[in-house]
């Protein structure tokens, strides 16, 4: 099977802190990977750099073989990454519907009109904000803004679906909802690396996983092998576990 992202010696530095330090991983198509990491590991810095959000300091990022280091937010989103953030990000004077409709005029199909319209009302039945549909961003719950900043990144029409935290918050009921909606994605193609904090989500979705420390890769594979490793416990437990 081949590569779709490969990672080699991505390194991103704030001042004297080393964020992301020298860190080598690839995904393959259909892959769901969980990034595992106390807070401040730099797992949502992976991210904005996958994503196009910050520059690397050194190393490479390719997608579909091709290079992405460096390469715009847009010039990525249409090559077929999309994600979520933790802080959800809504452009708050449209409704809901509009929100999504924006992201499919500027995604990779770049659709308009009546077709456009529709998929967007889909989107939102499909991530259970249908009823919302004319409702602005602000006045939703923070979990329906969670439902529409994951409706937003699917307008982009994804291979690669970056989440962030996009379970974090959800009572039982909802979290199982969205266990089984980000397994359905999957599923239908959609390869997803996902930053979790949900040791049933994790369990539940990723077929492999990675884990972060201060920036460094410190221990990749099976979710059972993974989280018994003592050196992922120290992280999370011990004095390693930075806040």
């Not at 690839?26 to 990491?37: N, Q, T």
Request: with cysteine.
């Amino acid at each position: 099977m081949s590569v779709l992202l490969q990672v080699e010696g991505l390194t991103r530095r704030f001042g004297g802190l080393v964020a992301v330090d020298a860190l080598s991983f690839s995904i393959e198509p259909g892959e769901v990977v969980g990034l595992l990491g106390p807070n401040g590991s730099g797992k949502t810095t992976v991210l904005n750099l996958l994503s196009g959000a910050l520059k690397a300091d050194a190393g490479s990022i390719a997608f579909k073989g091709q290079s992405i280091s460096g390469s715009a937010v847009h010039t990525i989103a249409r090559l077929g990454v999309a994600r979520t953030f933790q802080l959800v990000r809504p452009l708050a004077s449209l409704s809901c519907h509009d929100n999504v409709l924006t992201g499919l005029a500027f995604g990779r199909s770049r659709a308009w009109g009546t077709a456009a319209r529709a998929t967007a009302d889909a989107l939102l039945d499909r991530v259970g904000l249908g009823r919302a549909r004319d409702t602005l961003p602000g006045e939703l719950t923070y979990i329906d803004q969670k439902r529409l900043e994951l409706a937003r990144a699917l307008a982009l029409q994804p291979d690669l679906l970056l989440l962030d935290e996009w379970l974090a918050g959800l009572n039982p009921t909802e979290l199982e909802e969205g266990i089984a909606l980000i397994r359905s994605l999957s599923g239908q193609g959609i390869t997803i690396l996902l930053v979790e904090h949900v040791m049933d989500a994790i369990r539940s979705l990723c077929g492999r996983l990675l884990v972060m420390n201060t920036g460094r890769l410190i221990a990749s594979g099976p979710p059972q092998q993974v989280l018994a490793d003592p050196e992922v416990v120290r992280a999370y437990l011990g004095d390693d576990g930075d806040a």
